[in-house]
């Protein structure tokens, strides 16, 4: 999957990167067009909303409507979020492994990172799959479908899916053979850094929503 001593996270952050862009492009097509017809997309707890709320946040709609909040700032924000994230995640991965006794270098753990991170492509590229068959954006990604509210717990369950499994398991078994960890404690490094990488993106997203921005998601941050 990776090696110790050799960079080889180029290739998998490329391929992370590329999907990235599209799914931004085709996302950004269809709330386009939405736009264009007059449909909004309006909070899963809107009816609750107090008038001024539901009128500011319509307000905030029509004022990122252009191509520059459609295209321009999600694509930097998801770019950003992927590569600066991938540098966060791989030194709390190489953190943890340190604390527990690992053997592996930063090296390897920038490559486990990225390459751990694959299962996020495919992800990319089904929901990409998805929009363009179905001719509009994904409402309730991962298991937010079952959220009550557009709260912290939505923005939680957004990311959890068998690709944050898939992603997780890879991670386990990675860190576990490149730094020469038992499966148990490689399993709680990955838990903990997960959970904090997860809280963090849901707090983000959670002030993304609150301010009328992309819901564009991203493997890290």
């Known amino acids: 999957m990776s090696s110790e001593t050799r ?13 990235a862009i599209l799914a931004v492009l085709v996302a950004g097509y269809f709330k386009t067009r939405a736009a ?29 409507q252009g191509p520059v909040f459609m295209y321009v700032i999600p694509m930097v924000g998801s770019l950003t979020g992927l590569w600066l994230g991938w540098l966060v995640l791989a030194g709390m991965l190489h953190l943890g492994s340190t604390l527990f006794g690992g053997r592996g270098s ?17 992800r990319d590229l089904l929901r990409v799959i998805f929009m363009l068959a179905s001719g509009h954006v994904i409402a309730s990604p991962g298991l937010s479908g079952f959220a009550s509210s557009a709260g912290l717990a ?13 992603n997780f398991v890879l991670f386990v078994i ?3 053979i490149l730094d020469g960890l038992p499966r148990s404690k490689a399993f709680i490094i990955v ?10 993106q849901a707090g983000l997203g959670l002030i993304g929503s609150g301010t009328g921005g992309s819901s564009i998601q991203r493997p890290f941050f």
């Open 36 to 64: 264009m017809m007059g449909e909004v997309t309006l909070p899963p707890d809107w009816q609750y909303w107090l008038p001024e709320m539901q009128d500011d946040y319509m307000q905030a709609q029509q004022a990122t």
């Open 191 to 200: 838990f903990i850094v997960v959970g904090i990488v997860m809280s963090a």
């Open 106 to 122: 930063m090296q390897s753990a920038l490559n486990l990172a990225a390459w751990g991170s694959l299962p996020f492509a495919l």
């Open 174 to 176: 990675g860190l576990s």
């Open 154 to 166: 939505a923005q939680l369950l957004s990311r959890m899916d068998i690709f944050l499994l898939w």
């Open 7 to 19: 960079a080889t996270w180029s290739t998998p952050m490329i391929i992370l990167s590329i999907m």
